[in-house]
T-cell receptor, first 115, second 113 residues
Framework: DQQVKQNSPSLSVQEGRISILNCDYT??????FLWYKKYPAEGPTFLIS?????DKNEDGRFTVFLNKSAKHLSLHIVPSQPGDSAVYFC??????????????FGQGTTLQVKP | DADVTQTPRNRITKTGKRIMLECSQT?????MYWYRQDPGLGLRLIYY???????NKGEISDGYSVSRQAQAKFSLSLESAIPNQTALYFC????????????FGPGTRLLVL
């Protein structure tokens, strides 16, 4: 059973506009969430994270929003740039797992930003 | 130089063959992980290690074994490869502690015929 789901396999956005990537989870014990970005032929790289005690975390053009009641988080990229074109993975951990570093990943969403 | 390296980067093997994927890191991290990525399934944890003497199974460890030869080296073995082990394999490292970021290697693309 997929505990972390990214239901949109792909997203296409025009340069300069906002990109919104969504992630849903089923385990209410998850308390830490991360987004990773992956370019072809490279490993995933950490992008941004959020703890369950917050509902928003911002880092430059990237903002992650967490809605615990809906078990939903989203990544906003504003403004989108062609270099943002990549696969984005949502990941989560719970208190029992985070001290082991165990993460549960979503399936990934491929973002294409068109010039 | 890359902090986390994986060898080989690509490998084709036949069913029943033994194969080893290697991972080395220069970040000085205690924790190391092996994941596989399959289309539509994201990354799934195979094994993880807290230190040289501490190795743990992840969610999909069947058919795999690992060896932590040193703090910097963590190898993944497929004792008898089968076609459904065809996937992209990633090694990752992290420091000890709460909510530490994981750093990934570039991946090994494995094809089992």
């Amino acid at each position: 059973d997929q505990q972390v789901k990214q239901n949109s396999p792909s997203l296409s956005v025009q340069e300069g506009r906002i990109s919104i990537l969504n992630c849903d989870y089923t385990n209410s014990m998850f308390d830490y969430f991360l987004w990773y970005k992956k370019y072809p032929a490279e490993g995933p790289t950490f992008l941004i994270s959020i703890s369950s005690i917050k509902d928003k975390n911002e880092d430059g053009r990237f903002t992650v929003f967490l809605n615990k009641s809906a078990k939903h988080l989203s990544l906003h990229i504003v403004p989108s740039q062609p270099g943002d074109s990549a696969v984005y993975f949502c990941a989560a951990s719970d208190e029992n797992s985070s001290n082991t570093g165990k993460l549960i990943f979503g399936q990934g969403t491929t973002l294409q930003v068109k010039p | 130089d890359a902090d986390v390296t994986q060898t080989p980067r690509n490998r084709i093997t036949k069913t029943g063959k033994r194969i080893m994927l290697e991972c080395s890191q220069t970040k000085g991290h205690d924790r190391m992980y092996w994941y596989r990525q399959d289309p539509g399934l994201g990354l799934r944890l195979i094994y993880y290690s807290f230190d040289v003497k501490d190795i743990n199974k992840g969610e999909i460890s069947d058919g795999y074994s690992v060896s932590r030869q040193a703090q910097a080296k963590f190898s993944l073995s497929l004792e008898s490869a089968i076609p459904n082990q065809t996937a992209l394999y990633f090694c990752a490292t992290s420091d000890s502690g709460w909510e530490e970021t994981q750093y990934f290697g570039p991946g090994t693309r494995l094809l089992v015929l």
